[in-house]
């Protein structure tokens, strides 16, 4: 049953509405000069987030889908580093005075590569720009096979106090099959190692779906992660596109697992982290009662942004570095997706933006319908529509993919407030969808 709801609402095919309007809908219409009017405009006292692109990996996942350059060599790296510094002050001294900031985050790529000289350093310039609240979370993404004891120091001594880890799978022969071996030992260091240094609240990446993978290795690769005790993981499913993802080229189609052992695997996989007592959070997290997530979830107050659920609640979030998104009041921001584009245009002198969109009244309403549905799973629309001063019935009355939700049992809907059943949560996309103004509206 649960294979035929996902081929049926064409859950594959769906974006994943980490943000609304999703990229696509992006347009050169907002670039750089815009971006620069809306920074000016920022509230001088209100925090704001950050997000870093590092796009350097040592070597090539075959399922990645970032942006990413490989590189053996610690020269790009520092080159690259200046660029980013530059980006930093243009976009700083386009803000009211130094913004305080509540929510760091540096993604990639593996932003680990980084030197711990160089990473102490860029996180001093970060402090020189911004106002950064004592409580402010600073997190980190890193490959464990990279690692090293003296980066871990680093990170503490520069105030970082979340790391997320990629894992994927701790099964060699699907380790071998994706090109990233990363053993458990690997792995279980660089958690002691951020552990010593002070960055105890610690994430895990997982991955279902995966070449040669079974429930029984997926089964196996979350018990061992929950060994570890991360306070967060997510667990997403592959997705295979390699006609827009050359790397994943080089994955055996043949051995990737069907829709049915794809959702047998996200099954066992959530019910062995929820018997090891996490809860499940949306659609693709898991968090252990005391982490904030969970504590967010409980209270309502969780937000989906470019990164995927997130306990920060700023309005703005100001991205960096190559193809890095960004949100302010307005609207959305995009930056140069290629490096070479992206330097170019911070040599000049110029904000490195080059689409964005700006946001309209009826934008916000449906981005917060979907927002809430795929953080709660739930959204009373009434309310939302009343808390913006629409109509509801105008959009109950387009979601008309809702009715077949309701009818195939995936949804209670009572007066406008929509409710998805838990056992029918992987299909939260498909509800999500029923409020998206840009998608085709052919019916399933």
Not at 30 to 53: F, I, Q
Not at 285 to 302: I, N, R, S, V, W
Request: proline content about 5%; glycine content about 6%.
């Amino acid at each position: 049953m649960q294979t035929s709801i996902l081929t049926k609402y064409r859950e594959a095919r769906l974006p994943w509405y980490t943000i609304y309007p999703t990229v696509p809908e992006f347009s050169a219409a907002v670039g750089a000069k815009t971006y620069g009017e809306w920074l000016r405009d920022l509230p001088a006292d209100e925090p704001v987030s950050l997000y870093l692109h590092v796009p350097f990996c040592r070597s090539m996942c075959w399922y990645c889908g970032f942006p990413t350059t490989i590189t053996r060599r610690d020269a790009p790296i520092l080159n690259y580093l200046a660029v980013l510094r530059d980006e930093i002050r243009l976009v700083s001294e386009q803000t009211p005075r130094a913004l305080p900031v509540s929510d760091v985050h540096f993604g990639g790529g593996t932003p680990t590569l980084i030197g711990p000289a160089e990473f102490l350093a860029l996180m001093e310039f970060l402090r020189r720009r911004f106002t950064f609240r004592k409580t402010a979370t600073v997190a980190v993404e890193i490959d464990p096979r990279t690692f090293t004891a003296e980066m871990a120091e680093a990170l503490g001594a520069a105030g970082v106090n979340r790391a997320s880890l990629g894992v994927q799978s701790f099964d060699p022969i699907v380790q071998k099959a994706i090109n990233r071996v990363q053993s458990e030992a690997q792995t279980a260091a660089a958690v002691e190692q951020l552990r010593r240094h002070g960055v105890r609240r610690i994430n895990f990446d997982l991955i279902f779906g995966l070449p040669h993978q079974t429930v029984q290795s997926c089964v196996q690769t979350a018990r061992a992660a929950v060994a570890m005790r991360p306070n967060r993981l997510a667990v997403f499913g592959y997705a295979h596109i390699p006609s827009v993802i050359k790397n994943q080229r080089q994955i055996e189609e043949t051995a990737l697992p069907d829709s049915a052992a794809r959702a047998e695997q996200a099954a066992a996989v959530a019910e062995t982290l929820v018997a090891a007592g996490y809860r499940e959070i949306g659609l693709d997290h898991f968090a252990l009662p005391e982490d904030e997530l969970a504590l967010a979830q409980k209270t309502g107050c969780m937000r989906r942004n470019s990164l995927g659920y997130s306990a920060d609640t700023c309005k703005t979030l100001i991205g960096f570095g190559p193809s890095a998104i960004g949100r302010v009041g307005e609207g959305y921001v995009q930056n140069e997706v290629t490096r070479d584009s992206y330097t170019r245009h911070i040599a000049a002198g110029r904000l490195a933006t080059s689409k964005g969109y700006r946001l309209a009244d009826e934008d916000r309403v449906r981005a917060a319908i979907i927002e809430r549905l795929m953080c709660d799973l739930e959204a009373d629309v009434p309310a939302i529509c009343a808390a913006h001063g629409f109509d509801p019935i105008r959009f109950l009355d387009s979601a008309e993919v809702v009715a077949m939700l309701a009818e195939d049992g995936i949804v209670d809907v009572e007066k406008g407030f929509i409710r998805v059943r838990q056992e029918h949560r992987f299909v939260i996309r498909a509800v999500a969808a029923a409020f998206d103004a840009f998608l085709d509206r052919v019916a399933p």
